[in-house]
């Protein structure tokens, strides 16, 4: 099964996740894997598409509307409730919101760890395919269609970037205080 996702908590801890449920654990920087996919509540086996540290928790996103939390009590990954059902394809944020994002244009922010969540109004109909946070906390995410999304209040609203030219994104990285590099 292929790999789509893979995330660390610090530098021993990290995650890797992907189709059909696919869902492997590293203690030790990455020098060995243990899967987990009897930690997860995804009875379907749905394709997990991201992973990812928000504020001291961590939350994998995937089709169907799934969102994971880790519960460190039990070392298992919980469903948690949203009000959208369709693919989420990323998470970001940090210690103020997690904010998650996926197909029709559809942005989800919890100020609660994952308790309540509040749909975030983007103005689009496209899949929001990646995203990622600055040192000032800007929240950027990007379309398939081209289109850059930047939050300055934490994920609460998002306002369409001016860019030079639209390119269909699958990834996005900030690389300084006025650049980004998006990957498609």
Known sequence: ???????????????????????????????????????TEN?????????????????IAGEQGLL???????????????????TLFGITGNDRAV???????TVLRSTDAGRSWQTVNTGLQVGLTASSIDAQGRIVIV?????????????????LAQTDRS????AVAIVGPSSLVVGG
């Open 68 to 86: 994971l939390k880790l519960d460190r009590g039990t070392g298992q990954f919980r469903a948690l409730e949203l009000p959208y059902k369709g």
């Open 43 to 59: 009875p379907k086996a749905l394709h997990l598409y991201a992973v990812r540290s928000v504020g001291g928790e961590t939350y």
């Open 143 to 159: 379309s398939q269609a081209g289109h850059v999304l930047l939050s300055r209040d934490d994920g609460a609203s998002f306002a």
């Open 167 to 170: 390119e269909p994104a699958a």
């Open 1 to 39: 099964n292929p790999f789509l996702d893979v995330g660390f908590e610090n530098a021993s801890t990290g995650y890797l996740v992907g189709a059909f449920g696919l869902i492997l654990r590293t203690t030790d920087g990455g020098a060995s894997w243990q899967p987990l996919l009897h930690a």
């Open 99 to 105: 904010v998650v994002h996926g197909l029709r244009g």
